[in-house]
């Protein structure tokens, strides 16, 4: 499968942003969806991720109570709202199928470019 992100762009601190991750190919369903980011010099890290039925949500600290992960499941769609966003926040965010544990799968998507700035 292939995943498509969308939705990247430049926002100003304090502002809004909606990802979405698509699929080509394949479908999301039956997998724990999640998102990670990687920072220009950083490490890939993760975000948030999502339950296969949408029940179950995690979040890193950095963006636990501005971020909100979803699900669309007869879209197929997942989704990452982004509020009250940071400088921090800057990054290339990445959708991927099969997270486990905060951890990633090697289903990767090509990436959606974050900036907050302004």
């Known amino acids: 499968v292939q995943l498509v992100e969308s939705g990247g762009g430049l926002v100003q601190p304090g502002g809004s942003l909606r990802l979405s991750c698509a699929p080509s190919?394949?479908?999301?369903?039956?997998?724990?969806m999640g998102w990670f980011r990687q920072a220009p010099g950083k490490d890939r890290e993760f975000v948030a991720a999502i339950s296969w039925s949408g029940y179950n949500t995690w979040y890193s600290d950095s963006v636990k109570d501005r971020f909100t992960i979803s699900r669309d499941l007869t879209k197929d769609t997942v989704a990452l709202q982004m509020n009250k966003v940071e400088p921090d926040d800057t990054a290339v965010y990445y959708c991927?199928?099969?997270?486990?544990?905060?951890?990633?799968?090697?289903?990767w998507g090509q990436g959606t470019q974050v900036t907050i700035s302004s």
């Open positions: 991927n199928r099969g997270t486990r544990g905060y951890k990633p799968s090697d289903e």
């Open positions: 190919g394949g479908t999301l369903s039956s997998y724990t």
